[in-house]
């Protein structure tokens, strides 16, 4: 059991054998933030809020450092480049009004895309959750972010799917990933 999530941090390996560090997102954590939407592709910015957004404002920064690892949880998958830490990879999953489930998302640098790390934010994602009490997660998911799909197809669980003017709405139990 987790003793506390805002201080989770583990080492972990992508499919090529390059180890990153996930680890939670902290208050201190808005210009790493900023960089890396800043790096994000117009597609890939698309593809996370499913539309056009221009740039995150101060508000959206603060919501999204300022966590309560409870009903809102947010892990950074980062590497160290010449002695400084940036972000590749963003997961989150908030809690809505079901209180054993939550919605998933993600953003992973394009760069850096293909090689794992959404299904690795989305393995520790969900052993937060499951010491949370969310038994299920969801996420809409646009129907052309085939890479985005296909960590769900191959995340080990089971999805019932719906498609809604182009959007793929999934719902995946986190019990699933915890047996891998």
């Known amino acids: 059991m987790l003793s506390d999530a805002r201080k989770y941090c583990v080492e972990a390996t992508m499919l090529d054998g390059a180890t990153i560090r996930v680890r939670a ?13 800043r790096r994000l592709s117009e597609q890939s910015v698309y593809f996370r ?3 056009v957004k221009r740039d995150l404002s101060p508000d ?19 590497v160290t480049e010449q002695g400084r830490e940036r972000f590749i990879g963003i997961g ?15 953003a ?14 989305l393995e520790h994602l969900s052993l937060i959750a499951d010491a949370n009490g969310i038994a299920e997660f969801e996420a809409d998911v646009l129907g052309d972010n085939r890479q985005m799909l296909e960590v769900f197809a191959h995340s080990g669980f089971e999805s019932r ?5 182009g959007v793929v709405h999934l719902y995946s139990s986190t019990s699933k990933m915890l047996k891998r």
Request: charge should be negative; avoid cysteine.
């Open 60 to 78: 959206d920064l603060k919501r999204l450092t300022e966590l309560d690892f409870k009903n809102h949880v947010g892990l950074a998958a980062t």
């Open 108 to 121: 992973i640098l394009d760069e850096f895309q293909g090689r794992g790390i959404g299904t690795v934010l």
């Open 25 to 37: 997102i902290r208050r201190d954590d808005q210009e790493r933030l900023h960089e890396h939407f």
């Open 49 to 51: 809020f499913m539309g």
């Open 92 to 106: 989150r999953y908030i809690r809505g009004s079901d209180p054993h489930r939550a919605e998933v998302a993600f």
């Open 161 to 165: 799917r719906s498609l809604d003017s």
